[in-house]
Structures are given as C-alpha cells and as structure tokens.
C-alpha cells in the first residue's frame, strides 16, 4: 500500500524556519516527481514547490523562492521542504504527492496529476 506521510509543521513566529518532511512507504521516490502543496483557509490548494524524478530540476511558486528549498533524501526515501523567513501568509496545511506522468526531467504544479496525497501537516506562522 502506498502511503505518503507528512511531518514537520507547527507554530512558529515570522522570519522562523521549519523543515517539513514526506517520507513515502510501499513507493519509490527515486526517479520520481514530487511535489509539495499548500492549501489555506477558505483558498484553493495551490503549488508550492517540486522537484523532478532525475532531481535535477526543482521549481518554486514565486512567493517562495529564495526562502524554501526542496530536497531528497534517498537512502531515507524522504523529500523535505526547507522553509526560512516563514511569513503570516505561509500558513497552511502542507502537502506532498507524485506525479507519475511528469516527463523525465520535469515536474509542475498541476494538481490533477498529482497522486499518493498525504494527510497533510500544519503550519502556522504568528506571533
């Protein structure tokens, strides 16, 4: 069975960092795109980052590039979301799934693609 878990959020004051976590199990994450979602309150669920399958390619919603990193650790079978300068409106619960569409070398934030979502992780920004 596969099943993506995410882990990693909480409530931390503006300009702080969390790192999230989804780590995948009955699923490989080599060769794979991933991506990482977010959706807050009363707004739809949008794009946030992801990374493609030879992790060579990563892209990033513009409202977060520069603060947020997204990685893989293979040995773990985990891709991470490093997030710094976390701002009010980065609050959100946090997702992550797979694209296994997604040509070699490429990922998007096209929601219908996407597979496999977690349950999701909070994060609140706030002072």
């Known amino acids: 069975q596969v099943q993506f878990v995410e882990s990693g959020g909480g409530l931390v004051q503006p300009g702080g960092s969390l790192r999230l976590s989804c780590a995948a199990s009955?699923?490989?994450?080599?060769?794979?795109?991933i991506g990482w979602f977010r959706q807050a309150p009363g707004k739809e669920r949008e794009g946030v980052s992801c990374?493609?399958?030879?992790?060579?390619?990563?892209y990033y919603v513009d409202s977060v590039k520069g603060r947020f990193t997204i990685s893989k650790d293979h040995f773990k079978n985990t891709v991470y979301l490093q997030m710094n300068s976390l701002r009010p409106e980065d609050t959100a619960v946090y997702y992550c799934a797979t694209d296994l569409s997604a040509s070699w070398g490429t990922c998007s934030f096209s929601l219908r693609d996407y597979v496999n979502w977690g349950q999701g992780t909070q994060v609140t920004v706030s002072s």
């Open positions: 990374i493609s399958g030879d992790d060579i390619n990563t």
């Open positions: 009955g699923f490989t994450l080599d060769y794979n795109a």
